[in-house]
């Protein structure tokens, strides 16, 4: 059976890896990033841990799955009547089955001033301005001092604070 599995994240990823174990299964993953994201990590790599730990090449994680194609693009149509969808690259995609597994995006529930004097924590590219903003403040200009105000106390809030008091403490003694 021809499988197509949108979105190359948690549900995506472990729905092909569940479904490649049936060798009549041809399975075609389509995402429009390259690389899985670990985002249960992302806070890790903000305060200086590598990168590595928070996102994995796609055709990493299924090298060995001979039944798993990989595809970089950005679905921009599904017609079930057709069982086609097509991509940003106008490569039209049949498919036998399809999973959607597209994830979410960040909500600021309408608070105004967040997302535009926030830093967000929820991608890599975000990810990569906190880093670069907290190495460039903390490691370079040791601005050890500096009032961060961390908005959410769920587990990524509190493990960002500790993980940033870690930060800081470990430049401040240097
Ligand atoms: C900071 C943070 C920490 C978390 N910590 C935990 C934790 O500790 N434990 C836990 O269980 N959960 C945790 N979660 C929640 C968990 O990560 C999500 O529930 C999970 O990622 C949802 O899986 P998903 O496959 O639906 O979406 P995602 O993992 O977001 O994957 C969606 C994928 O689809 C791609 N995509 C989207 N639209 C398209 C398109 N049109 N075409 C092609 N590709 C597309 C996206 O780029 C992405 O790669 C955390 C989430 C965050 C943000």
Not at 9 to 33: H, M, R
Request: with cysteine.
């Amino acid at each position: 059976m021809n499988i197509t599995i949108v979105g190359g994240g948690f549900g995506g990823v472990k729905a092909a890896l569940e479904l490649s174990k049936d060798a009549n299964n041809n399975i075609t993953l389509i995402s429009d990033k390259e690389d899985f994201q670990y985002y249960p990590a992302l806070y890790g790599t903000a305060t200086g841990h590598s990168h590595l730990q928070s996102w994995v090449p796609l055709g990493k994680i299924f090298a060995s799955k001979l039944n798993v194609d990989v595809v970089i693009d950005n679905i921009t149509r599904v017609d079930p009547t057709t069982k086609s969808l097509n991509g940003a690259s106008d490569t039209v995609y049949k498919y036998d089955r399809l999973i959607l597994s597209l994830g979410s995006i960040t909500t600021y529930f309408g608070i105004k001033g967040l997302d535009e004097f926030s830093y967000g924590i929820k991608s890599y590219e975000e990810i990569k301005e906190l880093k670069h903003h907290l190495y460039s403040a903390i490691v370079e200009n040791r601005e050890v001092e500096k009032e961060y105000v961390i908005i959410g106390g769920g587990p990524t809030g509190v493990e960002l604070a500790s993980a940033m008091r870690e930060y800081t403490a470990c430049h401040m003694s240097k």
